[in-house]
């Protein structure tokens, strides 16, 4: 049983009870808990997938509501997509700005399994309405990020975007990026059965053609130096990418990543978690190349990826497990 704070396995039988509910706070069940960073659940690509072969970006957290305070306008049985942090709701983060990711506690990021319950802030989860499936709710995470990604990176018709590993957010960037006008863009990965799914979800083309959706995959072998490792990449491109997305938040892959971006372009690192990392700044700064490191559980829009799926801008349900 944990002693995670705010967080029990049963709370009918446990000799801790929580602590009753604010106005503001609802009670869930955890039917999906977060992977983030641990691997890509075959099942998440559905009919196309192979296991897993190295870290990827996964995905989020989905759960079903048990019990809501009056100020969440939720329901008992909703199902809500989750930003699964265990804030102490006590710091000055917490209390005073809401801003749950910075909370100080020690025990933000707990281990989770399915079935456990939780009480969180209304604020960390987002109602999913019917007929989003909590399979869709756990990937809610994923777009949200992807968006931000992509708002951050601002692709343009004409550029060339390279996106390294294929994982359901290296795929979404590249549909949101498709969806911005972009035809030139190249996905990467050491493993050519997920490239041939990132050719399947995309509907990528073998083609260099500049008017045609295409992607040209590459490999790049495992201890090939970062020179040499962009310059395969490139060459395989065929130009330097306007803007580089590691979607593998592998960081001896930053070096490469970064090798590949033209002067002046952008280079966005997803699943930033370590503190001290290796790379070449002051080659980025005189190439006056952008970085973006994106945090997976921080300043996520999770309301408006919702409503991109119900609007039908984005469908997950391919991502999901296949009935
Ligand atoms: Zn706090």
Redesign the pocket.
């Known amino acids: 049983m944990s002693s995670a704070s705010g967080v029990d396995s049963d709370p009918a039988s446990s000799p801790i009870p929580f602590p009753p509910l604010k106005d503001d706070e609802v009670l869930l069940r955890l039917d999906i808990p977060s992977n983030c960073g641990a691997g890509l659940n075959g099942p998440y690509l559905g009919e196309l997938s192979n296991p897993p072969s190295h870290n990827t970006i996964g995905y989020g957290s989905a759960g079903t509501v048990l019990e809501a305070g009056p100020k969440c306008f939720l329901q008992r049985d909703d199902k809500v997509a989750i930003n699964l942090l265990t804030?102490?709701?006590?710091?000055h983060?917490?209390c005073r700005d809401k801003e749950y990711s910075k909370?100080?506690?020690k025990s933000l990021h707990t281990q989770y399994t399915p079935g456990m319950f939780i009480s969180l802030p209304r604020a960390l989860v987002a109602l999913l309405p019917p007929p989003l499936t909590l399979e869709e709710g756990s990937l809610i995470q994923v777009l949200a990020l992807a968006v931000k990604m992509v708002n951050k990176a601002d692709p343009k018709p004409g550029q060339g975007v390279i996106v390294l590993g294929v994982s359901c957010l290296g795929i979404i960037f590249c549909l949101l990026a498709r969806a911005r006008g972009v035809r030139q863009i190249m996905v990467v990965d050491r493993d050519d059965g997920r490239l041939n799914v990132a050719r399947k979800f995309v509907r990528f083309l073998e083609t260099q053609s500049a008017d045609t959706v295409a992607v040209m995959t590459c490999v790049v072998p495992e201890g090939t130096d970062a020179a040499n490792g962009a310059a395969a990449v490139v060459q395989a491109f065929g130009r330097e990418a306007d803007v580089c997305v590691n979607a593998t938040g592998e960081y001896g892959l930053m070096n490469v990543a970064s090798k590949t971006v033209k002067s002046g372009g952008v280079y966005v690192h997803a699943g930033v978690r370590e503190s001290e990392v290796s790379w070449d700044v002051l080659g980025m700064w005189r190439e006056d190349i952008t970085i973006h490191g994106e945090v997976c559980c921080e300043d996520l829009n999770y309301e408006e990826a919702v409503k991109m799926v119900m609007l039908g801008e984005v469908s997950l349900r391919e991502f999901c497990p296949q009935e």
């Not at 804030?87 to 710091?91: E, F, K, V």
């Open positions: 804030p102490c709701r006590r710091c983060a917490c909370c100080i506690s």
